[in-house]
């Protein structure tokens, strides 16, 4: 790869950056626009702290806890509604009628079931998490082929081996993609539970990525501060994605 496909990725950023800055630099005085100088020497000032790591270790805990336990309950309950005919046609009125309930709204209820902290920021993290890996679960094994379960079965292939060797090997394309959306929507989740239930008695010493951008709303109006957290939250989730995406192409080549 030659020098200019190699840089090309950076020059749409990079002008980006340089108008942010003139535009900063012409209105910083008659507005509250972030100068990207101060962002930067804010993010410098919070990562050799070790505040900002140690606040997105928190954050990021707690999304992959929510995240196992939905990804978990969605696989065997998405599973089972594909392949039991009676399971899906019951329990779909009632996944359709939670579905569409924003994760922000259960806040006073997990408050009140988990109190404050962990428990509670993966609770909305799992519940935003959960529907977009069900939905995903169920259409991946409903696409696989029947027939090639009809002829396993004919050929005497317990239940066990056909789920192992045909329906999972099938569905793992959309479980890739439900596992990629939810990460999102659980990253979207945990900034907006922390910042109502991120309070520091959840374990750790921080409160979490989110807590931090609400100390620096509430307290000092810090809007560098603010950038750097929401520039660090969108640059893990960029490397979870990309790393989902390369487990994805390891687990299934012939989707490359």
Known sequence: MNLQLRYKPFVLPLLLLAVWQIAAMTYASTSRMPVP????????????????????????QRVLLGFACAASLALVLGTAMAAFEPVGRN???IVESFRPIAPIALLPLAILWFGTGTPAAAFIVGYAAFFPMLVNTIHGVRSIDQGLIRAARTLGVGKATILRTIVLPGALP??????????????TSIIAAELAVGAK????????????????????????????????????????????????????????
């Open 91 to 93: 329990l779909d009125p």
């Open 174 to 187: 959309n479980l890739f993609v439900g596992a990629r959306l939810a990460l999102g929507m659980a990253w």
């Open 201 to 256: 008695a959840g374990g750790g010493s921080s409160g979490g990525i989110g807590q931090m951008m609400f100390v620096f709303y509430a307290y000092s109006v810090d809007l560098s501060g603010i950038i750097v957290c929401m520039i660090g939250v969108g640059l893990v989730a960029l490397v979870i994605d990309r790393g989902i995406r390369a487990i994805e192409h390891w687990m299934i080549p012939w989707k490359r």
């Open 37 to 60: 100088a101060e962002v930067v020497a804010t993010g410098w000032q919070l990562l050799s702290s070790g505040e900002l790591p140690l606040a997105m270790i928190q954050s990021l």
